[in-house]
């Protein structure tokens, strides 16, 4: 019998059909991700204390993202950013930036399990995006770093550019719209992978 | 289907956003004096010009924030856009 305290992630399902994928597209979930959502003014006193922690300024510039090597932070808002952290860390992650914040008005909250992530990459990676979204992911438009918020194929999604090449992307999809978008994707992918 | 661009995060697909209503109908300073028929006016009367109209948009897929629009209500093309707190830019009509 299965055990019920199992965590199970919302693409765990999908596992087998997206390792299938092979060519010019590869995707996988990376389950369990921490996901911390950050409110803080960013001119403020608390912003620099917070960078400390993260190892990384929060980026300012709208629709991109910094990493540190362990801590990958996206902007959301001009007040608003989601910082991906490995999984378990939460805990003490919203301690320590807790501590930085002190009495400062600002909010941080755990919401690692609003979306999960998921890994696209491959040479077909741009174009099987470019099936279901208006942005234009050439490099030349969105360089390394970009974060953009945007709708593909009509659900809500976060995409990450991860490298120069636009062949490297996290996608970031509400749990609930997990398998729909799982399916979108296997099935986007059919004329850009070899058959099984 | 126009672009509009968001302060924010720049031309994005009109799908994108959300109408927020006539922009800069400000909440009355003394509320308790005000008649019925003044609060009334303040919660149901809305400009409805053929023309350029400042409104409220939210780039609701996007960044989330609400931002400022001028419209023309005869074309439905967004003539300027302009964040909370900015004055509103004069357009050309
Ligand atoms: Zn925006």
Not at chain 1, 34 to 42: I, P
Request: glycine share 8%; proline share 8%.
């Amino acid at each position: 019998m299965a055990d019920p305290r199992a965590r199970r992630s919302p693409l765990a399902g999908w596992a087998p059909q997206l390792q299938a994928l092979n060519g010019a597209i590869r995707a996988q979930e990376l389950p369990f991700l921490t996901q911390l959502n950050l409110r803080l003014d960013s001119g403020g006193p608390a912003a620099d204390p917070v960078a400390k922690v993260l190892g990384v300024s929060l980026p300012t510039v709208p629709c991109t993202s910094v990493g540190s090597g362990v801590y990958e932070v996206l902007w959301l808002g001009p007040d608003e950013w989601l910082i991906l952290a490995p999984a378990g860390s939460a805990p003490e992650l919203m301690i320590a930036l807790r501590e930085a914040i002190g009495s400062e008005h600002a909010a941080v909250t755990d919401v690692s399990a609003q979306r999960t992530t998921v890994q696209l990459s491959g040479p077909g990676a741009r174009e099987l995006l470019a099936k279901g979204c208006a942005i234009d992911l050439h490099p030349a438009a969105s360089p390394e770093g970009s974060c953009v918020q945007t709708l593909l194929a009509q659900t809500g999604i976060i995409i990450v550019v991860r490298d120069g090449t636009a062949t490297d992307f996290l996608l970031l999809v509400r749990s609930s719209f997990a398998e729909y978008f799982a399916a979108w994707l296997v099935d986007a992918s059919v004329e850009l992978t070899e058959p099984a | 289907m126009q672009l509009i661009r968001c302060p924010w995060c720049g031309s994005r697909e009109e799908v994108e956003f959300h109408y927020g209503g006539q922009a800069h109908v400000s909440y009355p300073e003394n509320p308790a004096e005000l008649s019925d028929a003044e609060w009334a006016r303040y919660v149901f009367f809305r400009a409805n010009p053929r023309g350029p109209l400042a409104e409220r948009w939210v780039h609701a897929a996007g960044c989330r924030r609400w931002f400022n629009a001028v419209r023309d209500t005869s074309t439905h093309e967004l003539l300027a856009v302009y964040r909370i707190g900015e004055p509103q830019p004069e357009v050309a009509r």
